[in-house]
């Protein structure tokens, strides 16, 4: 995204903050995964948001009212030794060529430098209690400027969790993020349709997630939002399983729950199929169930509405047909008032999509769900999991498990899914599964 895009987020920052707003934002540090080799790294959602910078280690001071400090960062310095290995650094000289700082700092100068950022500051926006490391930095500046109340500095006497501010801001996406979301989605629709096209009986969990990865980074996607989960027969059972080692059978279904992350923000798709084949009889009675379900719901993302009314209605029509097909038996008002539906869905239907894969942004802020509105972007994800030896379960539907996982922009005009091209009517899969061609 353009430099413009993320002094606009910073200036709209500043007017939430108001006179004597001060904001400091931490991204993460490496983190070491065994012997002397990192997990991959991806920089902290609020960080990236407000300024684009991608390296560790950095941290950024927004001081809308400073005359000629309103941006500052610290970063790693630029180190010919160490990027003969990790690769270039922008440096203090990039923080201000590339990123549009006002001032820039090497991050060890932290400690020095932060309490005149944060001088006579009125309220501080600041993330307590995330990052021990952080914590302490911040503390620490805030007990030198108590120790110059006798020179006329004084620290912020307020603290103010992000959340109000700034992951309002994030809630509402822009046409820049919305661009970026639609791209995810049309990379990630294509192969989770490229995965039904060619996973066959034989075929290893791992090797369905490695063509869905690959369909990822040839589409440009740098990496996935979240770890894939790849679940074939009892494992789609399993909400969040990411194992992927099991071995596809005849008759499986395999459930998919991908999605590739475009400039930061990431799709989250779930899709369910029968593996190379068609769906049995037990099978597509309940796909058909929770298909419907999330039809119901996602009709329900418009303006105006109440945030749980989606849930509430994807929860009873999923009730109505567990009656239907004989999966829960009894009236569906008293089985949604006393929960016994929790066996088989456990989970609620949606959240909050964006930078990260359960954004931020108060589904409740002032007790009552939030009314959606344009802009906002939410999953719609009704699912059915019939574990192996679950009391009750009728035994044709024992180890069945279906989620059906889109996602949904809040518009003026109703809802629009936008990641519509990954298939998920009935004819549509079993022709892809089955060798088929499809315009998806």
């Known amino acids: 995204m353009e430099p413009s895009v993320f002094r606009e987020r910073r200036d709209e920052l500043g007017r939430r903050l108001g006179p004597g707003g001060a904001g400091v934002f931490f991204t993460a540090r490496e983190a070491r995964r065994n012997g002397d080799v990192d997990h991959e790294f991806r920089g902290s959602s609020d960080l990236v948001y407000l300024t684009g910078f991608e390296e560790p280690e950095a941290v950024a001071v927004v001081r809308p009212d400073s005359p000629d400090q309103r941006f500052t960062l610290f970063v790693r310095p630029r180190d010919p030794a160490q990027e003969t290995w990790t690769g270039e650094r922008a440096g203090v000289e990039g923080a201000r060529a590339h990123f549009g700082a006002d001032a820039a700092f090497p991050v060890a100068d932290l400690e020095k430098e932060l309490p005149a950022c944060l001088a006579n500051a009125r309220r501080l926006v600041y993330a307590v209690g995330r990052d021990d490391e952080a914590d302490r930095a911040v503390f620490r500046?805030?007990?030198?400027?108590?120790?110059?109340?006798?020179?006329?500095?004084?620290?912020?006497?307020?603290?103010?969790?992000?959340?109000?501010?700034l992951h309002e801001m994030r809630l509402r996406k822009r046409p820049e993020e919305v661009a970026a979301l639609r791209r995810a989605a049309a990379v990630t629709?294509?192969?989770?349709?490229?995965?039904?096209?060619?996973?066959?009986?034989?075929?290893?969990?791992y090797d369905v997630q490695a063509?869905?990865?690959?369909?990822?980074?040839?589409?440009?996607?740098?990496?996935?939002?979240?770890?894939?989960?790849?679940?074939?027969?009892?494992?789609?059972?399993?909400?969040?399983?990411?194992?992927?080692?099991?071995?596809?059978?005849?008759?499986?279904?395999?459930?998919?729950?991908?999605?590739?992350?475009?400039?930061?923000?990431?799709?989250?798709?779930?899709?369910?199929?029968?593996?190379?084949?068609?769906?049995?009889?037990?099978?597509?009675?309940?796909?058909?169930?929770?298909?419907?379900?999330?039809?119901?719901?996602?009709?329900?993302?418009?303006?105006?509405?109440?945030?749980?009314?989606?849930?509430?209605?994807?929860?009873?029509?999923?009730?109505?047909?567990?009656?239907?097909?004989?999966?829960?038996?009894?009236?569906?008002?008293a089985i949604v008032k006393d929960e016994s539906y929790k066996k088989y869905y456990m989970h609620r239907t949606s959240?909050?999509?964006?930078?990260?894969?359960?954004?931020?942004?108060?589904?409740?802020?002032?007790?009552?769900?939030?009314?959606?509105?344009?802009?906002?972007?939410?999953?719609?994800?009704?699912?059915?999991?019939?574990?192996?030896?679950?009391?009750?379960?009728p035994p044709e539907f024992e180890g069945i498990g279906v989620r059906i996982e889109d996602d949904v922009l809040v518009t003026g005009d109703g809802p629009e899914v936008l990641t519509a091209a990954a298939p998920k009517r009935i004819e549509e899969i079993e022709r892809l599964t089955a060798g088929g061609v499809t315009s998806a």
């Open 351 to 393: 959240h909050w999509l964006g930078l990260d894969v359960h954004d931020v942004g108060a589904y409740r802020p002032e007790g009552a769900w939030r009314p959606l509105e344009p802009g906002m972007v939410l999953t719609v994800e009704p699912g059915i999991y019939v574990r192996p030896g679950t009391e009750g379960a």
């Open 211 to 333: 063509l869905l990865e690959l369909r990822f980074r040839r589409a440009g996607s740098p990496r996935n939002g979240y770890p894939s989960i790849v679940g074939s027969g009892p494992n789609a059972t399993t909400l969040h399983y990411t194992a992927n080692r099991r071995r596809l059978e005849p008759g499986d279904l395999l459930l998919i729950d991908a999605g590739a992350e475009w400039d930061f923000y990431t799709a989250d798709v779930t899709r369910t199929f029968p593996v190379g084949g068609r769906f049995t009889r037990p099978q597509r009675a309940v796909y058909e169930v929770v298909l419907g379900a999330q039809e119901r719901a996602i009709a329900e993302c418009r303006a105006g509405v109440p945030f749980d009314r989606v849930h509430e209605t994807a929860l009873r029509a999923l009730v109505e047909g567990m009656v239907r097909i004989g999966l829960l038996s009894g009236e569906p008002e």
């Open 141 to 165: 500046a805030l007990a030198a400027l108590r120790g110059k109340a006798r020179a006329g500095i004084r620290p912020p006497t307020e603290i103010h969790d992000p959340e109000p501010i």
């Open 189 to 205: 629709a294509e192969a989770h349709a490229a995965a039904m096209r060619e996973a066959r009986p034989g075929m290893h969990e």
